[in-house]
């Protein structure tokens, strides 16, 4: 059974930073990519960032490229999202989801496979 476990959330202060972390567990094999969606109150869910397990690929939404980075660790089955720079408008439920994947990612939402519970954050002005 695939199972997606988020954490890093909480409270922070525009500029600040927070890691998100999605432990990985029930896959056999690398080909699946990792995605980050998030929904702000009131708004549509969208996605953040992703990456291909079996071959690093990444794409991370444009208007958040320059202060989010996603990143892996196989030795831990670890996604991080280093989000720095952090504002208001981040603040959103962020979820970390997987998909089946041959060699990309960056999907919509609704072609994801498995979701985390979701993980809530909090950007102050």
């Known amino acids: 059974e695939v199972q997606l476990v988020e954490s890093g959330g909480g409270s922070v202060q525009a500029g600040g930073s927070l890691r998100l972390s999605c432990q990985v567990s029930?896959?056999?094999?690398?080909?699946?990519?990792i995605q980050w969606f998030r929904q702000a109150p009131g708004k549509e869910r969208e996605g953040v960032s992703c990456?291909?397990?079996?071959?690093?690929?990444?794409h991370t939404k444009d208007s958040v490229k320059d202060r989010f980075t996603i990143s892996s660790d196989n030795a831990k089955n670890t996604i991080y999202l280093s989000m720095n720079n952090l504002k208001p408008e981040d603040t959103a439920v962020y979820y970390c989801t997987a998909e089946r994947s041959r060699g990309g990612c960056w999907s919509h939402w609704h072609a994801m496979d498995y979701w985390g519970k979701g993980i809530l954050v909090t950007v102050s002005s």
């Open positions: 990456i291909v397990k079996s071959n690093g690929r990444t």
């Open positions: 029930g896959f056999t094999d690398d080909n699946y990519a």
